[in-house]
């Protein structure tokens, strides 16, 4: 089992930057991926990155890349997502996702209880 606690969301104007976090507790993820997904009012759930623990490869979703980057400290088990350049269309909550990765890709197995961003206009 694996325990995920994000933080670090909040209300920001557009233009501005948040750093979220995601810690990890239980078993180990050094075999795991561990990303971010994010779900607007009225919409499905969607990726945005995710980094492999081992390798630090990092995959990141079209209207994301050049603006958010994905990274992760080793010693504290924690991934984090800066998210610059934000943007009203970026609101949503945020959730952090954990899982083994397998030969076509990762299966996330593990959720955190989401932190919201909202960036006005």
């Known amino acids: 089992q694996v325990q995920l606690v994000e933080s670090g969301g909040g209300l920001v104007q557009a233009g501005d930057s948040l750093r979220l976090s995601c810690a990890a507790s239980?078993?180990?993820?050094?075999?795991?991926?561990m990303g971010w997904f994010r779900q607007a009012p009225g919409k499905e759930r969607d990726f945005v990155s995710h980094?492999?623990?081992?390798?630090?490869?990092?995959y990141y979703a079209e209207a994301v890349k050049c603006r958010f980057t994905i990274s992760r400290d080793n010693a504290k088990n924690t991934v984090y997502l800066q998210m610059n350049s934000l943007k009203p269309e970026d609101t949503a909550v945020y959730y952090c996702a954990a899982g083994p990765i397998l030969r076509d890709g990762v299966r996330f197995d593990y959720w955190g209880q989401g932190t919201q961003v909202t960036v006005s206009s």
């Open positions: 239980g078993r180990t993820v050094s075999s795991y991926a």
């Open positions: 980094i492999r623990w081992s390798s630090a490869s990092t």
